[in-house]
């Protein structure tokens, strides 16, 4: 997936079905695929609902957009959310969007986006729907990005090292990875660790090795007990790359 740390992306949260406590850690992901140049909160701020969000705003520089609920029932606040990205769309001013949501009312957005050539990151909680998974290029499953709380008379450094729980099971692992690796593999059976990755996150925008808890592809792949690992010394370079077959 052709991207750059440079990219300008605006993050779109939806304050009413976001946590205000992994905000820190979403915004340190977005910083990984490019520049947030544009922060913006939606929901209707008069209410109580919101009122843990009050800190967080202040501290990341988000910028709330009060949205009254005008009819019991009906969300206006996905409504804003939309109005402002088709118009930060349309006025060429960022590379990319970052939807933050668990709601599949976006959906659509996240299609009109990718039709006109952008890139569109979700995040939201295990629970959202597929249909809107599947509409980003990629989508990240906020629970990964959860900083552990320390247990009675445990240091905040032991807890640093704890990795990411496991919020997915190796179902459906191995069929990505053999597609993947065949799509993708020279005569030898070998192929690049990193065309192999960007192609199983084509076929899944899910796809996250932090889901199966590993910080990286190379460290999930070792785990596979039908995947040989073989590293390649780069031609033009001292480092290492990694290549991988089916066994």
């Given at each position: 997936m052709a991207q750059t740390q440079n990219s300008k992306l605006a993050v779109l949260i939806d304050a009413d079905n976001a946590?205000?406590?992994?905000?820190?850690?979403?915004?340190?992901?977005?910083?990984?695929?490019?520049?947030?140049?544009?922060?913006?909160?939606?929901?209707d701020w008069t209410t109580?609902?919101?009122?843990?969000?009050?800190?967080?705003?202040?501290?990341m520089a988000i910028q709330p957009i009060?949205?009254?609920?005008?009819?019991?029932?009906?969300?206006?606040?996905?409504?804003?959310?939309i109005i402002d990205a088709m118009d930060l769309l349309h006025s060429g001013t960022v590379d990319g969007f970052c939807l933050v949501s668990s709601d599949s009312d976006f959906t659509r957005l996240a299609t009109r986006i990718r039709e006109a050539g952008l890139l569109v990151y979700g995040f939201g909680e295990k629970k959202t729907p597929e249909r809107f998974v599947v509409a980003c290029d990629k989508f990240v499953y906020?629970?990964?990005?959860?900083?552990?709380?320390?247990?009675?008379?445990?240091?905040?450094?032991?807890?640093a090292t704890t990795p990411n729980p496991v919020i997915e099971s190796m179902?459906?692992?191995?069929?990505?990875?053999?597609k993947a690796i065949l799509a993708v593999a020279r005569d030898d059976g070998f192929a690049p660790l990193g065309p192999v990755g960007n192609l199983?996150?084509?076929?899944?925008?899910?796809?996250?090795?932090?889901?199966?808890?590993?910080?990286?592809?190379?460290?999930?792949?070792?785990?596979?007990?039908?995947?040989?690992?073989?590293?390649?010394?780069?031609?033009k370079s001292t480092a290492h790359h990694l290549s991988i077959r089916l066994k």
């Open positions: 946590q205000a406590s992994i905000i820190k850690e979403l915004l340190a992901e977005v910083s990984s695929h490019g520049v947030a140049t544009v922060k913006r909160a939606y929901g109580s609902n919101l009122k843990g969000w009050k800190e967080t705003l202040h501290k009060q949205q009254f609920s005008y009819t019991t029932g009906k969300n206006s606040t996905d409504s804003s959310l906020t629970e990964i990005l959860r900083v552990a709380s320390p247990l009675a008379g445990e240091s905040k450094s032991s807890i179902t459906g692992l191995e069929d990505l990875f053999r199983m996150l084509k076929m899944d925008p899910s796809f996250d090795p932090r889901n199966y808890g590993s910080q990286k592809l190379g460290e999930l792949v070792r785990k596979q007990p039908y995947i040989e690992v073989k590293e390649v010394l780069s031609e």
